[in-house]
């Protein structure tokens, strides 16, 4: 405590001794360097920033360039350089040595998509290691172990929250059919994979865990240089049939997740539930979520639906084995209709 009032003793001594333009503020030395304003020096200690969740730098006010801050959530520097089409929050991450060689060779930067909500983003049976082969192009952001927060290949399962071995999801699919609109720009594909299995659309609501994970995670990813967010691809609704409430907190959701992320027009595509359990008559409330989803499009601008009944019903051999989910061939088919979806709002 005595050596916070003592600096701030100093401060105040030189902000006010007249002699701002000809004097320096030395601490740990009695001749600061007459070209700093402030000269810190010290054999054994080091200077401590300010220490902020990506949710608390985020909530900063501040229009002001070079304000400087330590991410504690990504676990790097950020400073505050104003907004750009391609850096809508503002901040810039400041590069390390690792990061430099995960971007090597990529130096165009990656258009980056978000995949969250329930497990049909991830819960497709069986993967096929030739249908479901990585592309060099598509990376995907780690989430386990030593790949958190690291750029990785994005290779089936990806790292969702509740990923298992053997199963896929549609985004892989998707962002193959995305890749030719990057043809000759030198940009890649990077995917952000959270979804979380059996949560309801309250479990994502602004300031909880899933929607923090979410703004750390895009907010890291568009801080890469020249990468940007493209999208975000939401499949979600199993959990919400007695949720009478279902299509504010899904409105609400979107409406807050763009506006933290500086974009209220960012394209949001929302896939449908399986036809085979929206269509038994012993759950008719499957109809009610469904008809929700189906119908934001007309509620929200830049929304647009994956549709799983057309042109064609996507089912099983057998629809009553893991009836809530799609099959590895259902999650490639709504890949192709998440894309085809994408393209109508891009």
């Known amino acids: 405590m005595k050596s916070v009032i003592s600096l701030l003793i ?5 902000l006010f001794s007249g002699k701002t333009s000809a004097q320096a503020v030395g601490i740990g030395t009695q001749t600061p360097d007459v070209s700093a304003i402030f000269d810190v020096q010290s054999g054994n200690k080091g200077v401590l920033f300010p220490r902020l969740s990506t949710a608390g730098r985020m909530a900063l006010n501040t229009t002001t360039s070079g304000l400087l801050v330590y991410d504690s959530s990504s676990k790097h520097f950020f400073y505050y350089d104003g907004t750009s089409p391609y850096n809508v929050s503002g901040w810039k991450m400041i590069i390390t040595s690792d990061d430099l060689a995960i971007l090597e060779g990529n130096v165009a930067g990656y258009d980056v998509f978000l995949v969250a909500g329930q497990s049909n983003t991830h819960a497709g049976k069986a993967f096929d290691p030739v249908l479901d082969q990585p592309d060099s192009d598509i990376k995907q952001l780690g989430r386990f172990d030593s790949l958190n927060y690291r750029i990785v290949a994005a ?7 509740t990923r298992v071995d ?5 985004a ?5 059919l995305y890749k030719p609109l990057l043809a000759g720009t030198g940009r890649k594909i990077l995917i952000v994979p959270c979804g979380y299995g059996n949560t309801a659309v309250i479990e994502w609501q602004r300031g909880g865990m899933l929607y923090n994970d979410i703004i750390a995670r895009i907010n890291y990813a568009t801080s890469l240089p ?7 691809l939401w499949h979600q609704g199993e959990n919400d049939l007695e949720n009478g409430n279902y299509q504010s907190q899904l409105d609400t959701l979107i409406t807050n997740i763009r506006e933290d992320l500086g974009n209220t027009m960012l394209p ?16 008719p409330n499957r109809i009610l979520i469904q008809n929700i989803i189906k119908d934001t499009p007309n509620r929200l601008l830049k ?5 799983p009944s057309l042109p064609t019903i996507i089912d099983k051999p057998d629809n009553e084995f893991d009836e809530s989910h799609f ?3 259902g999650q490639r088919e709504m890949g192709k209709r998440y894309f085809g979806a994408y393209m109508l709002i891009r």
Do not use: C, M
């Open 327 to 329: 099959d590895a061939a």
């Open 303 to 307: 929304t647009a639906y994956a549709d």
């Open 10 to 14: 100093i401060f105040l001594n030189f």
């Open 226 to 232: 020249g990468s940007r967010l493209a999208g975000i």
């Open 268 to 283: 949001f595509v929302l896939g449908g539930l399986v036809p085979f359990v929206v269509n038994n008559p012993w759950r």
């Open 172 to 176: 892989l699919t998707f962002a193959k």
């Open 155 to 161: 290779a089936e399962n990806l790292q969702h929250w």
């Open 166 to 170: 053997g199963y896929i999801g549609f």
